[in-house]
């Protein structure tokens, strides 16, 4: 589980196909302290740690991870968003991440709004009704808070600090960002779902 803010901008250092697809990400955090098996979320992918050395970490891509995400399309030096997974006491500083990404949104533009930027993206269709105006949504693993919709596209405003914390400070307009819809909206949807949700009590 994690946040959505971001304690690293990595980058990617190696990529080699051992079976599945294992990428090690160049990183300032104490690699000393990831256990084997540990999650990360890497651009917003929930990955497994499968090595450590000084100032790196490995991680395996499945080839499902690769046709579901943006990750396809990441090479030697790609910037990375990275988050260690919380831990209970933690403060929650964004929103519940489950770092499984629900698809690839399309940025249509960018703008800038004094120091900050207005940032529009298309949703897939599919994703568009669990977005909602003043709600949480999670791009390349950043949590962000959605100020407008209209079908599937939606405006999100990006701060200096997480222009400057964050990839999305070089994104631009055709960029593709991972996107996770926020784990309540989800839910509620089952919950109201026209002959799903009804609860007749419990012990």
């Known amino acids: 589980m994690f946040t959505g803010i971001v304690t690293d901008v990595g980058h990617v250092e190696l990529m080699e196909r051992r079976g599945e697809l294992m990428v090690r990400l160049a990183t300032a955090h104490d690699t000393t302290a990831l256990a084997m098996g540990a999650s ?4 917003g992918a929930c990955l497994t740690v499968i090595g450590t ?8 891509v ?3 991870t690769l046709a579901c995400t943006t990750l396809g399309s990441w090479s030697r030096g790609t910037p990375v968003n990275l988050e260690l997974s919380l831990r209970l006491g933690d403060e929650l500083g964004g929103h519940l991440v489950s770092g499984h990404v629900d698809g690839i949104a399309e940025v249509l533009s960018v703008t800038a709004r004094g120091d900050s930027r207005s940032l529009d993206v ?4 599919e ?9 949480s949504v999670a791009l390349d693993g950043v949590s962000l808070t959605v100020n407008e919709v ?3 596209d939606c ?7 997480t222009l400057e914390a964050t990839t999305l400070g070089s994104i631009v307009a055709g960029g593709r960002l991972n996107v996770e819809i926020d784990m309540i909206a989800r839910y509620v ?4 779902q026209s002959g799903e949700g009804a609860w007749n009590g419990g012990t």
């Open 155 to 161: 405006s999100l405003n990006i701060i200096p600090h």
């Open 127 to 135: 994703l568009a009704r669990f977005v909602a105006p003043k709600g």
């Open 40 to 43: 990360v979320s890497c651009s």
């Open 189 to 192: 949807a089952r919950l109201t």
């Open 150 to 152: 209209a079908g599937t």
């Open 122 to 125: 298309r949703v897939p269709g």
């Open 53 to 60: 050395g000084p100032g790196w970490f490995e991680v395996e």
């Open 62 to 64: 499945s080839d499902e």
